[in-house]
């Protein structure tokens, strides 16, 4: 999601749970086998169970699969019956497998929940329940590409599919040819560590090239619409939410198959009463048509919708746009037109607060006891450590892609300080509230304890950072302090690394929040 956030659809620009039936029906009625729910998110439909069900009860006419892409997030509560209703495949976006790096990619906490959604798919099929999994992992370079072996080595006893796919460009996600990794490169990395990664025969339209590690349970793939595109065999069609026919996912041409169908209801959205009507009146058209004719004909509704989708599937090109010219083309992503998409314009204002904590850990002595002198080149690590803390907040927007921006801080809080092996502090380096008064004894007391400030770092000690961020708004801060910890040590290290090349920065998180619909959580749990 663009870090500006998205243009909301109205509700009533989007396609009723009817009207998506209707349409399912009409294209299994001329031999579409397959249907995937797709986003956006489509678990956070209130009806999706419902929706689901309706589209399911279409095996009957020929439906063979009924797929879900999903980042998995609220999947795990909802698989039983998704899985009743006809569900048998799950494809789910995950692009690091590092619960930290999650959060910082996603804006948001939910890796664990990602992974019992996974575990919960396995475990099902060994049941019987038959639901193919796989895992669409985009790879950008500088992010996510030294993670591949971890999600190859994924797949080595579990029945999973691995699909990385190249960075493409849509409009709002600032996408460079320089951040994409191409499938060229994919292959040449995980060939490093399984050299012996060979090719796998798949089926005719398949969109990934698939290959497995000899003794492996579980494959990978490789969607390389960049460098390698698959038109002449794809088969795909494309419904938006808002009920725009796209033939190519990468084409700008669509056409409304929702006007068509509201035509004939003043233009308004259809529910399910309305629909009856329209159905019953079809079928009273079409028996009446085929009585005088002589045999089944299609007029009304379902002939001019066909009418329009056989002249756009007509006007598909023999391949889109090549790398040169699809970044500037206009090309807006499916995730712009999802049914439903969470803005915080509906959000309360309230006081919100954040705590992060994280340290830097050394790998011998010296760079502590130059810190304790003061001593090192680049002069005052603490002290310097603490401004860039407090820049990194204030850059957050920029760092973190799907961060809201203009987030007013109005108060924060750096604190960096030097702990040896056992635990002495050093020295601390922190600050004050801009504009706000000081916290109750009780709370500051928590507040310190979280912390950590005076914790040990392993054998030769190191700086820990722990960063608090205040703001008066409709969004929370958590992004901005975890930014700040990693400004701060980031920083660190690189005032260091003149005298310890081996530095590591670790256990970053959050450790309290409050404010906004969910209340407290960790040093303010109950607040």
């Known amino acids: 999601m663009p870090e500006e956030g998205i243009p909301l659809s109205p509700p009533s620009h989007l396609l009723t749970t009817p009207e998506i039936s209707y349409l399912s029906a009409l294209f299994v009625s001329e031999g579409v086998t397959k249907i995937r729910l797709t986003g956006g998110e489509p678990t956070i439909r209130k009806d999706i169970i419902h929706l689901m069900q309706e589209i399911g009860n279409l095996r009957r006419n020929g439906l063979k699969e009924l797929c879900l892409t999903t980042n998995g997030i609220a999947l795990h509560r909802k698989l039983d019956s998704m899985a009743e209703a006809g569900l048998t495949g799950v494809n789910l976006s995950l692009d690091t497998l590092d619960p930290f790096q999650f959060q910082i990619m996603t804006r948001r906490k939910g890796f664990e929940a990602v992974m019992r959604s996974i575990d919960r798919i396995l475990e099902m099929n060994k049941l019987g329940a038959g639901i193919k999994l796989k895992i669409n992992c985009v790879v950008m370079r500088g992010i996510n590409e030294r993670e591949m072996i971890r999600f190859v080595e994924m797949v080595k006893e579990r029945d999973i599919e691995v699909r990385f796919i190249e960075y493409m460009p849509f409009d709002g996600n600032k996408w460079s040819q320089g951040k994409m990794f191409s499938y060229k490169e994919m292959l040449g990395l995980i060939k490093k560590s399984y050299p012996d990664l060979r090719k796998v025969q798949g089926h005719a339209n398949d969109t990934s090239k698939s290959y497995q590690v000899p003794g492996f349970v579980g494959r990978v793939g490789f969607i390389t619409s960049m460098t390698h595109n698959f038109c002449g065999s794809c088969n795909r069609l494309r419904i938006t939410s808002d009920g725009n026919l796209k033939v190519c996912l990468f084409g700008n041409a669509e056409v409304s198959l929702r006007d068509i169908l509201r035509k004939h209801h003043s233009g308004q959205p259809i529910d399910e009463d309305a629909m009856a009507t329209i159905k019953k009146f079809e079928t009273e058209r079409n028996q009446l048509v085929s009585g005088s004719r002589g045999g089944l004909v299609q007029v009304g509704l379902e002939k001019e919708l066909l009418g329009v989708i056989g002249a756009a599937l007509k006007r598909k090109k023999e391949k889109h746009a090549g790398l040169g010219e699809l970044e500037n083309m206009k090309n807006r992503p499916m995730i712009l037109i999802e049914l439903h998409l969470v803005s915080v314009s509906q959000k309360p ?61 109005e108060g924060a809080v750096v604190k960096v300080g030097a702990v040896d092996g056992v635990g002495k502090s050093i020295n601390a380096s922190g600050g004050k509230h801009a504009g706000k008064e000081e916290e109750h004894d009780a709370e500051k007391g928590r507040v310190y304890e979280a912390m950590q400030i005076d914790l040990p770092i392993g054998q030769y000690g190191g700086v820990r950072v722990a960063v608090k961020v205040e703001t008066t708004a409709k969004t929370g801060v958590e992004m901005e302090a975890l930014t700040g910890v990693m400004g701060a040590a980031l920083n660190v290290v690189d005032m260091v690394k003149g005298v310890d090349k081996e530095t590591v920065i670790e256990e970053v998180k959050i450790v309290g929040k409050k404010g906004g619909r969910s209340g407290g959580w960790g040093v303010w749990k109950g607040e």
């Not at 994280?358 to 002069?379: D, T, Y």
């Open 349 to 409: 204002t309230t006081h919100r607060v954040a705590l992060a904590i994280g340290h830097v850990a050394f790998s011998n002595p010296h760079p502590l006891h130059l810190i304790r002198e003061n001593m090192l080149k680049k002069g005052d690590v603490l002290a310097v450590s603490r401004l860039a803390g407090i820049q990194a907040i204030k850059k957050t927007s920029e760092i973190v892609v799907l961060a809201h921006g203009g987030v007013g801080v």
